[in-house]
């Protein structure tokens, strides 16, 4: 089982994909570029997070809804 991830890592990552739904990829590494870019986020693991939670939902095919 994983961990459950906080509403705030979340809330941040599908604004992003609402706001830049063909930016992201699959891949890791460049969501993790853009992240940065994109945001003000200074923590590195709050940016990691945001990332991973993004990847995640564009490989089970995120839908804007």
């Given at each position: 089982m994983g961990t459950v991830k906080p509403a705030y890592i979340?809330?941040?990552a599908i604004e992003l994909l609402k706001k830049y739904?063909?930016?992201f990829?699959?891949?890791f590494d460049e969501n993790k570029k853009l992240v940065e870019e994109l945001t003000n986020i200074r923590s590195k693991i709050v940016r990691n997070r945001v990332a991973g939670y993004i990847t995640?939902?564009?490989n089970r095919g995120w839908k804007n809804v």
């Open positions: 979340k809330n941040i739904p063909e930016a990829t699959n891949n995640r939902k564009v």
